[in-house]
Structure formats: structure tokens, C-alpha cells
């Protein structure tokens, strides 16, 4: 089955620094990968998700970037926030009978003022 | 608020007991998940269903069992708990049967505690 394995497990930035939280998955079938930001206590939701026939996509100070190829995926967050502050999951599925979202650990992501 | 409704919302109970959550799907969802987070974990996928039938089935426990009923609600039991059960159930739905064919909205969880 799919494997997604996601770096750095913690980060800390300070506020207006950039963020890079970088996942490769193991599965070349997958076609689709959505980021997901769960606050303390909260339910996940999502806040970008990115499909195979796309290199990129970006709203607003949130991008992510997909290659193929060697089987990776970055979330990029521009002028972090106090707010950013959160754990940030990665996640690939493929299309198919029985295809599954699989996550990624996590990151926990620390913006300092 | 996603549109999706867990309950309990917390439930304490004992080693060996049985415990029931569940869950409402979004407006015209027809496709619920079952994840569990333990403490600084991430998601692990229990089962989907779709419209009343089982379509995936990840790392579920044989203790636990799940059941999508008629009116779309979910109910995920767990049975003989342990305290390595003591976790966060999240529940989860979208429209589509694929998860990659949409977005999939989580519930608040179920905070489940095992003494």
C-alpha cells in the first residue's frame, strides 16, 4: 500500500519567514495529494490539495509544489502568521476500488514573533 | 463547522468495555471515513464506507467493527478496549466514493479514554 513518509517533524520560523514542509509518498499511481492544517484540539481541514496533471498551485501565501517523477511534494507557506501555528499533515491518494488517503505524521509548525 | 457531527464528544471507560461513536455525514455526503489519532500521532484510516456498503478497509483492529446505515449515519464499535485504544476517532465524509475525487470534511472527533 501507499506510504507517505513527511520532514521535518517540528519546525520553527519566525513570523514573516517562509516555511517548507516537504512529503514523499511511494505509490506512483497516486494522483492526488491534499495538505491539511489541524489547530490544537481541532478537527484537520484542508487548505490546498494539488492533482497529478499539475506542477504547482498557489492561493494566496500557500503553495504547493508536485514532482512526479521523483515521487515528492512541498507545502511553502510566505509570510507566516502567528495564526500558521498549527500541525500540518500531508496526504496521496490514488484513483480506484478501494484507493485510501494516507497521511503523512505531521509537522508541527511553530511561528515565533 | 464542517457539516459533520460526531458524538460523544468525550467518553471515558474502562479496560474490557464496549463503546459506540458516531456520526452524521455532511448534507448529501455519501461516503464516511473513520481515522484514529493517538497523542502526537497522525491519521491512521480505519474503514470507508459508501452508501451503505464497505469500499476501503485500512488498519482495523478485529475488535472494531463499523456499520453505514440506510439514512447515511455512521457507528464505529470498539470492543474488549485497551488502553492503547485511548485515542481521538475522527469521522470524516465527502460526496464521492474516491478520495481523490473531492474534498473530505472531518467531524470534531470523538475524544475516547480508556482507565
Known amino acids: 500500500g501507499e506510504n507517505v513518509e513527511q520532514h521535518p517533524s517540528t519546525l520553527s520560523v519566525q513570523e514573516g519567514d517562509s516555511a517548507v514542509i516537504k512529503c514523499t509518498y511511494s505509490?506512483?499511481?497516486?494522483?492526488?495529494f491534499p495538505w491539511y492544517k489541524q489547530e490544537l484540539g481541532k478537527r484537520p481541514q484542508l487548505i490546498i490539495d494539488i492533482r497529478s496533471n499539475v506542477g504547482e498551485k498557489k492561493d494566496q501565501r500557500i503553495a504547493v509544489t508536485l514532482n512526479k517523477t521523483a515521487k515528492h511534494f512541498s507545502l511553502h507557506i510566505t509570510e507566516t502568521q502567528p495564526e500558521d501555528s498549527a500541525v500540518y499533515f500531508c496526504a496521496a491518494s490514488r484513483t480506484g476500488t478501494a484507493s485510501k488517503l494516507t497521511f503523512g505524521t505531521g509537522t508541527r509548525l511553530q511561528v515565533t514573533l | 463547522d464542517s457539516g459533520v457531527t460526531q458524538t460523544p464528544k468525550h467518553l471515558i471507560t474502562a479496560t474490557g468495555q464496549r463503546v459506540t461513536l458516531r456520526c452524521s455525514p455532511r448534507?448529501?455526503?455519501?461516503?464516511v471515513y473513520w481515522y484514529q489519532q493517538s497523542l502526537d500521532q497522525g491519521l491512521q484510516f480505519l474503514i470507508q464506507y459508501y452508501n451503505g456498503e464497505e469500499r476501503a478497509k485500512g488498519n482495523i483492529l478485529e475488535r472494531f467493527s463499523a456499520q453505514q446505515f440506510p439514512d447515511l449515519h455512521s457507528e464505529l464499535n470498539l470492543s474488549s478496549l485497551e488502553l492503547g485504544d485511548s485515542a481521538l476517532y475522527f469521522c470524516?465524509?465527502?460526496?464521492?466514493?474516491?478520495?481523490?475525487?473531492?474534498?473530505?470534511?472531518f467531524g470534531e472527533g470523538s475524544w475516547l479514554t480508556v482507565v
Open positions: 448534507s448529501g455526503d455519501l461516503s
Open positions: 505509490d506512483s499511481a497516486s494522483n492526488y
Open positions: 470524516a465524509s465527502s460526496v464521492s466514493p474516491e478520495p481523490s475525487g473531492n474534498t473530505i470534511y
